[in-house]
């Protein structure tokens, strides 16, 4: 992951309030399997980390 994804875009209409009421899970990039993940985490690759849910 040497590069860094910068995504950007606009919805109209939507109305979004961020609410985060637990710990996310974190996982290493090399031990990630999208089959066994669960919904959303955190993943851990060299000096970068990434959001994800499903």
């Known amino acids: 992951m040497s ?7 606009f919805i ?14 974190r996982v290493c990039l090399e031990q ?5 993940s669960r919904a959303y985490g955190i993943i851990e690759a060299q000096n970068t980390e990434v959001a994800y849910s499903k």
Do not use: H, I, P, W
């Open 32 to 36: 990630f399997d999208v089959n066994e």
């Open 3 to 9: 590069e860094v994804l910068n995504l950007t875009g």
């Open 12 to 25: 109209r209409d939507v109305k979004y309030t961020a609410c985060l009421t637990e710990s996310l899970d």
